[in-house]
């Protein structure tokens, strides 16, 4: 039905099974939801342990199926971890 200038247009109530919630809960929402939710988190810096909660997760390796973290970030985590190993030492460490 077309409608013409300065005309509403009626439109009937959603059906419950249309409805979009008006508060996302991290236990009832979609995967992708879910995976962004915890990918920004972990981003983020937040606690690995705060965010298995916040999905509801009881093991902590359901957790990171969920995380699909960007490669500079997972490049950056990696120099991080891996910095103190590959250090160069100086002489002083090596008299030790």
């Known amino acids: 039905m077309q409608h013409g200038p300065g005309e509403a247009r ?11 919630p008006t ?3 991290p236990h009832t929402a979609s995967a992708d939801t879910r995976h ?4 920004h988190l972990t981003e983020d810096g ?3 342990r ?3 909660q916040q999905v509801g997760h009881e093991n902590d390796s359901s957790t990171a199926i969920y995380t699909h973290v ?3 970030f ?6 991080k971890a891996l910095a103190p190993v590959l250090a160069p030492t100086t002489s002083a460490d090596k008299d030790r």
């Open 10 to 20: 009626r439109m009937s109530p959603p059906s419950p099974a249309s409805s979009i």
């Open 23 to 25: 508060r996302a809960d």
């Open 36 to 39: 962004t939710y915890v990918t």
């Open 46 to 48: 937040v606690d690995r």
């Open 50 to 52: 705060f965010i298995q």
């Open 70 to 72: 960007s490669d500079d």
């Open 74 to 79: 997972m490049n950056t985590m990696l120099h």
